[in-house]
């Protein structure tokens, strides 16, 4: 069967000069002009370094984005996923042809309905109902076009009240929903959705996933999604990529693409550089893994749940010596649940190089979740570090019932029966 492609990007390369706005001097701009002219390839393609944000590297220029390729169906729903700077951003306004790539080619049949930051392509003076119109005309439809969508187009943002004030008074919500609403009604056969809907407040995030599923499922459009929220990704996506350092380093269907990305990232090297640490440091954590019901495995209520620690112990501290305890607060910063290895029987004597906690069936409910650590060795602070990571549990059928619990009830869950006498 021959695939209905609506999408390819071919060798996609995108390089930027560090601090300089712009694509460099007078001189790089001359030796590239002369290059040209003698039918050579660009001198500076040859040099730049790899995206890796945490290293300082050896050169003024940087790829965002090497080599890309892939293709997309009509229809299907594709999640691009990577962590901060992976290049996923650059990809997507490539894609939404707000910025030219410094190589390759995107061939794209039909309409592509961006929304890449809060108030990208509104007037902030105009209205708006002047910015649907305008928007509306972006993309190639006529006024009678937009006017048949425009009630359900302000019927679904919920600004119905603000919809003749200029845009420039609106909130980063309501700029956003307005922005959705236009992005999704007015039928682009590419719609291309950043992280931007992590603005938005719990139900209209809800409803915004609802309608690019309507989308796609219903309308048979095609949606790039772009989210850290991995409950969000795979709800809503049907394929996934992965980006590390600009390239793409995994592509599959989107549960193998979001456990790639979660066994790749779940060993956290943050915590040398949390500022908020105190402590003697004769025992530090070092890394940790958080896992369900095997390592790479998104946490998920009413499944296996680990988390593990690896300590740098220059003193052999033995497991008995110290106390080790653990919180998990909500995103409010409320505390949910208190771990600790004192209320277990006393470890066997052995070198503390790691701990693994496990809960044999999550009872926390879907949503963010942060975690503060505290270590102790002899009753003297070794290691205290305040909201040393965060950690993510998705939707699971709790109950056994077939029903998923409603995250707005509580965040944590009980096991209960219901007796009728």
Known sequence: MKKDIILKAENISKQYRLGQVGTGTLSHDLNRWWHKIRGKENPYLKIGDTNDRATKGTSDYVWALQDINFEVERGEVLGIIGKNGAGKSTLLKILSKVTAPTTGNIKSRGRIASLLEVGTGFNGEMTGR?????????????????????DEI????????YIDTPVKRYSSGMTVRLAFAVAAFLEPEILVIDEVLAVGDAEFQKK??????????GEG????????????????CTRGIVMKNGSIDYEGDIESSIQYYLSDNNKIEAFSENVDRKGNGLIKII????????????????????????????KQIQTHEIRFDFRIDDHMGQRIAWISNTVLPIQENRILDNLCFQIKKLNLNNGLYYVTTYLEVNKEVSDWVQNAFSFEVTEGDYYGSGRKTPNIQSKMLMDFKLLLE
């Open 287 to 314: 890394t940790v893994e958080v896992f369900g019901s095997s390592l790479g495995i998104l946490p998920q209520s009413g499944m296996p749940f680990h988390v593990k620690f690896y300590f740098e112990n220059p």
């Open 130 to 150: 002047e910015n649907i119109f305008l928007n509306g005309a972006i993309l190639g439809m006529t006024k009678k076009e937009i006017t048949s969508k425009l």
């Open 154 to 161: 302000i019927d679904f943002s919920g600004c119905e009240r």
């Open 208 to 217: 915004a996933i609802g309608k690019m599923q309507d989308i796609s499922k």
């Open 221 to 236: 459009r095609t949606v790039l999604f772009v989210s850290h929220n991995m409950a969000a990704v795979q709800n809503l």
